[in-house]
């Protein structure tokens, strides 16, 4: 028998996965990595030791699993998608840290952007709204800060990327420096009508067009990995962003399906088809995976902080030991007591794009304790997550029959509970809740031939288990207006 070993490099962790043929988890191995605050709304990540992260459990999910590199017909790999890297093309070193996609530090240009009245013709060609999530502004800052970047780019001695494509560059020995349309299309560079770089936005951050990736499909056999790396070269046939590989995992491949996924952040996508869809509801329109010769469109919402506040509530504010112990205090207690909790850290995504907004706890009362913390905090999630389906909602024009979810967070059976009582919509966790590194391993195998169609993967879907809606529809929309109330409160804090 051969397998897929999927590589999901996420936010705070690297993990791998072994599939078989069934899409069955083999074995799993994660270790987290470093998070670096230089400065407040500042985030950075250490890209060697990503890649120290991603090598160390790759070997360990193959031991755990008992297979050896030949045993493997293809990798997969997804990753957080926004976070910006810079290369030195002849050391294959950083130049610096990577900014990560929740970095707050480009907002001002941003702004200036936006003065120049130029917001209008990013959307038009990128999908994107003008914020500092994206790659772009990353990568000019990068440019313009680390001493002789810019002398060095234009000379043809840099190379930027996505996560994907700092990972392949290591992987294939800088074999092979190549990303695909789901990441390219989050950088603010990419063009996802023409399906290309574009040169005007690149003259706009003056960025060399000798510093990117080439765009392959997002499931084809882009490179092999290096001779020195495993036993046996294993060829990498998937790449896509975390988002849009779990879209394809959750195999909500035709128009009008969506999921979401609770990780560090909160993601929302509906597949829109082979046409991209203008959004009215400040939705951002982006590549789906391309798993075939035609070029494929979502909407998508973007949560900035979903699971990290409860890394926040163990780290930071010491209530929990564990983020599994937050479900039991939550369910504590049996209502918030009033009290509501935006978690703001990094701003405000969809459909409020405020940089400017940060963290609030409203309605403390003597009364209110840890549990009533805990609880709001969780339906946090919740909350943000119903903004960006109504949003999705009325976009499409579609009301939705259900909601398929995946990542860490949907472990937590009340969250899951109170996410269906918010919505009034049937939320239904899948089996494998691993549906972001089946997704990429999904399109590894099937750039290979491992997988003969989508048809044969997409039998393999299977419910776990629904969550139905049980919360009276005037208690939910009272909680719901509480929410956009501490939202308003919390708007705009950074800049006053």
Known sequence: ????????????????????????????????????????????????????????????????????????????????????????????????????????????????????????????????VLDAYFSGTKLAWLLDNVPGARQRAGAGRLAFGTVDAWLIWKLSGGAAHVTDPSNASRTLLYNIHDGAWDEELLQTFRVPPNMLPA????????????????????????????????????????????????????????????????????????????????????????????????????????????????????????????????????????????????????????????????RAALEAIAYQTADVLRAMEADSGIKLAELRVDGGATRNDFLMQFQADVLGVPVVRPRVLETTALGAGYLAGLGIGYWKSADEISGQWRAERVFEPAMDRAQAHALMAGWHKAVERARGWAST
């Open 215 to 374: 765009v392959r499909p997002s499931s084809a056999v882009v490179a092999e990995t290096a001779r020195d790396l495993f036993t046996a070269r294993i060829p990498i046939a998937g790449i896509a962003g975390d988002q849009q590989a779990a879209l394809f995992g959750q195999r909500c491949t035709a128009p009008g399906m969506v999921k979401n996924t609770y990780g560090t952040g909160c993601f929302m996508l509906m597949h829109t088809g082979d046409a991209p869809v203008r959004s009215r509801s400040k939705l951002l329109t982006t590549a789906a995976c391309q798993s075939g010769p035609r070029a494929e469109y979502a909407l998508e919402g973007s949560v900035f902080i979903a699971g990290a506040v409860v890394q926040w509530l163990r780290d930071g504010l010491g209530i929990i030991k564990s983020s599994a112990e937050v479900e039991a205090l939550a369910a504590s207690v049996a209502d918030n007591g009033g009290v509501y909790f935006v978690p703001a850290f990094v701003g405000l995504g969809t459909p409020h794009w405020d940089p400017y907004a940060r963290g609030a706890v409203q309605g403390l009362t003597r009364g209110a304790t840890a549990a009533h913390i805990a």
């Open 1 to 128: 028998m051969s397998f897929i070993l999927a590589l999901d490099q996420g936010t705070t962790s690297s993990r791998a996965i072994v599939f078989d043929y069934a899409g069955t988890v083999q074995a799993i191995a994660q270790k987290e990595f470093t998070q670096i605050y230089p400065r407040p709304g500042w985030v950075e990540h250490d890209p060697n030791e990503i890649w120290a992260t991603q090598m160390a459990v790759a070997s360990e999910a193959l031991a755990r699993a008992g297979r050896k590199a030949g045993d493997i017909a293809a990798i997969g790999i997804t990753n957080q998608r926004e976070t910006t890297v810079v290369w030195d093309r002849a050391s294959g070193e950083p130049v610096a840290n990577a900014i990560v996609w929740q970095d707050r530090r480009t907002a001002g240009l941003c702004d200036a952007l936006k003065a120049k009245g130029l917001e209008a013709a990013f959307t038009e060609r990128t999908g994107l």
